[in-house]
């Protein structure tokens, strides 16, 4: 059981900045490792970013590292994605996922609960 839902998404120019969000019920969120991932039409979901359920751990695909930064707030339930200097091919749907005491894994069989997605437009 559990839900994550996410939030934040939206159209955005070139250089911009978008914070996503996504928010756990009905799971122990402090034991939880979490991963961002995204799908742009036509294409396989992606990594992102993850972070440790410690949160001691963080990682990142070479796409987004010093652009994106991911975060927990154990005491809302909320992980979140900063994104910065927003590119077009960043353009996907996003989508946030969790495993018990997970760590940093990068693909989707890591994780073992999935959102709905949230929609990330940048334009040129």
């Known amino acids: 059981q559990g839900q994550l839902v996410e939030s934040g998404g939206g159209l955005v120019q070139a250089e911009g900045s978008l914070r996503l969000s996504c928010t756990a019920s009905?799971?122990?969120?402090?034991?939880?490792?979490l991963g961002w991932f995204r799908q742009a039409p036509g294409k396989e979901r992606e990594f992102v970013a993850a972070i440790q359920w410690n949160g001691e751990d963080t990682y990142y695909s070479d796409s987004v590292k010093g652009r994106f930064t991911i975060s927990k707030h154990n005491a809302k339930n909320t992980v979140y994605l900063q994104m910065n200097s927003l590119k077009p091919e960043d353009t996907a749907v996003y989508y946030c996922?969790?495993?018990?005491?997970?760590?940093?894994?990068?693909?989707?069989?890591?994780?073992?609960?999935w959102g709905q997605g949230t929609q990330v437009t940048v334009s040129s």
């Open positions: 996922a969790a495993r018990l005491y997970g760590g940093t894994g990068s693909t989707p069989s890591d994780y073992n609960k």
């Open positions: 009905g799971l122990t969120f402090n034991r939880y490792g």
